[in-house]
Structure formats: C-alpha cells, structure tokens
C-alpha cells in the first residue's frame, strides 16, 4: 500500500490510509497540507505546531517507529505508514513510563514541547534502554523547551529508561 499510487480526487485532495496509534484510518487531505495540519484535523491535538518550520521538534510523531517532525512533511507520504501520536502511547489514568517519569522528574512547566520531547524519547529508548547522557542529549537536540533549561528532561529521560528496564524483566 505505501508505493501505491495515490491520485487526487474531483476536490483535488488525496484520500489516504494510515494508521494511528494502532487504529486505521482514512483521511482526506490535501496535496499541500502537512501530516501535522491533517492529524490535528482529524483530533489528534496532543502534537503540537511550534515553528512550523521543522525547527522546534514540538510536532514530533513516529512514524514506523522513528521519530519525525510532522509539520514539515506532506500528509499523503504517510499513507500506508503507522503513526504514532502522544495520544497513543498513555492517558493521564494510566500513563506510559515516559509520560510518569516526566512527571516524576519535575520536567514539565508550560508543557508546551513536551509530547514531542516524550514522542523522541520513545524512539530512543525504544532502541536503547541503556542510553548515557550524550547520546539522550544528542537524540533530544532537536526538540527546543524555552521553560525548563533541558536539565531535568534529561534526568526524567534517565528515570524513564530506569522505569522500563524494571517492567521488562
Ligand atoms: S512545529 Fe514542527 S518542528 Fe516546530
Ligand atoms: S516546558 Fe515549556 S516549552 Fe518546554
């Protein structure tokens, strides 16, 4: 389905299949939109719209599994694709490591760049439960906080690693 050739409708719109947060879906959109603009179309406002340049990391998903900033990339590229969005890894009842660890950490002010930062967290600890200190500062370099000073994301991204190396033995 992801090679297939997509053609536009009488409305000049694409309509794609995609998955979000495990769930299919099909959504119209137009050549132009951004994944971003189409997601916060369809209810998924957990992703953020900062810069809207593909600078501030605010509007990360994953897609596939690797973190992406959604602003900057068409809608249609995601047909066919998995997407997850903040909305899909925990709720506020049951968060997901991350999430509780964020918390936990004291890493949240306004809150703003959070899903994305958490959303990029995920993508490295999805790989690397073990990771040091330069490469979560590495990984997280492309998502900008203006409140929290970076220092205490970084501890909530080690308490989150801590967390799931625990739930997975
Ligand atoms: S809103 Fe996408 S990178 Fe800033
Ligand atoms: S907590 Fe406010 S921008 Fe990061």
Do not use: W
């Not at 409140?147 to 970084?154: A, D, E, R, S």
């Amino acid at each position: 389905m992801k090679n297939e050739k997509l053609s536009l409708d009488k409305n000049g719109r694409f309509e794609i299949s995609l998955k979000v947060n495990g769930k299919p879906l099909s959504m119209e959109v137009k050549p132009s939109e951004s994944l971003l603009e189409a997601l916060r179309k369809y209810g998924y406002k957990g992703t953020k719209k900062g810069c809207d340049t593909g600078d501030c990391g605010s509007c990360a998903i994953l897609m596939d599994g690797s973190s992406r900033v959604s602003c900057v990339m068409p809608a249609f590229l995601a047909h066919g694709s998995e997407i997850t969005t903040i909305e899909g890894l925990g709720t506020v009842q049951n968060p997901h490591a991350i999430q509780a660890a964020f918390v936990e950490a004291g890493a949240v002010q306004c809150g703003f760049c959070i899903p994305g930062m958490i959303v990029s967290a995920k993508h490295l600890l999805d790989r690397n439960k073990t990771p040091g200190e330069g490469e979560i500062k590495h990984h997280l370099d492309g998502n900008l906080c203006r409140c929290t000073g970076y220092v205490k994301q970084i501890e909530a991204v080690k308490l989150a690693a801590k967390k799931l190396r625990k739930s997975s033995k």
